[in-house]
């Protein structure tokens, strides 16, 4: 019997930054669906999350996350992408780091 092919690994770029807006720091975040098949994407920081359930193929989303804060230090933002691919869930994750709101 011949062993099942690994699922195709998805691919996802993310980039952070921080802005302030009305004297807040905030962090964005922006992703973009790099894989074949669309995926789900989590966007996950210090000071909340946001879920893109369906991102097609080429697909960019974008999180802008209130820290409720006047400053921040630098930090990451953690992007994972999932999605079933033949049957088998598959997972990518990669972090995009962000510089200090002062």
């Known amino acids: 019997m011949k062993p099942a092919a690994p699922a195709p690994a998805l691919k996802v770029d ?6 302030k ?8 975040v922006t992703a973009v669906n790099r894989s074949a098949v669309p995926v789900r994407i989590d966007v ?21 996350v209130n820290s409720t804060r006047a400053t921040i230090p630098a930090g990451t933002a953690t992007v994972t992408a999932t999605a079933t691919v033949d049957g088998t869930k598959t997972t990518s994750t990669v972090e995009a780091p962000y510089n200090a709101q002062n």
């Open 21 to 28: 807006i009305a004297g807040k720091a905030y962090v964005a």
């Open 44 to 64: 996950v920081t210090a000071y909340g999350k946001k879920a893109f359930a369906e991102v097609r193929p080429g697909q960019t989303v974008s999180a802008i």
């Open 14 to 19: 993310a980039t952070a930054s921080t802005r």
